[in-house]
């Protein structure tokens, strides 16, 4: 189920609704090309909301995790439609506050919850995390020279 309130827009590249997925996008809020939202369970995003392009909202790890011999019975079965999945993989939900900013490949992933305000940098990879309202989250990522 999605449900989508006034003034919003969605120019995002993807939408994915599974196993009885609840989708909730707030008032005045923005979604930019090349975004993706996959929900199987649960993606709550407030209002006033600003998220950039090609970020990543997944309240699901998409696949479930099989043997290699179910793998190959289910790749086997299902060709040329690979990556079926017949039932849920493992979830949590997804919650977005109010007057976010989400910066351009960020991905906000199962478990995460985003107070009011809070700014998400370039790139930041979020995953069962909380974050306060106000917050600015950013990922450290030491540069290591290989070559001269």
Known sequence: MMEMADHSKLSCRRIWLRFGGCLSIGRYTNINEGSEIRCDECVEIGSYNQISYNVRI???????I?????????????????????????????????????????????????????????????????????AKVVNERPVRVVSK
């Open 66 to 134: 099989l043997d290699a011999a179910e793998r190959r019975r289910v790749t086997e079965d299902r060709f040329p439609y690979f990556g079926y999945e017949s039932e849920r993989p493992a979830t949590a939900p997804v919650k977005i506050g109010d007057d976010c900013w989400i910066g351009e490949n960020a991905a906000i992933l199962k478990g995460t919850e985003l107070g009011n305000g809070s700014v998400v940098g370039f790139g930041t990879f979020l995953t069962n995390k909380k974050i306060p309202d106000g």
């Open 58 to 64: 997944w309240d699901t790890n998409t696949h479930s």
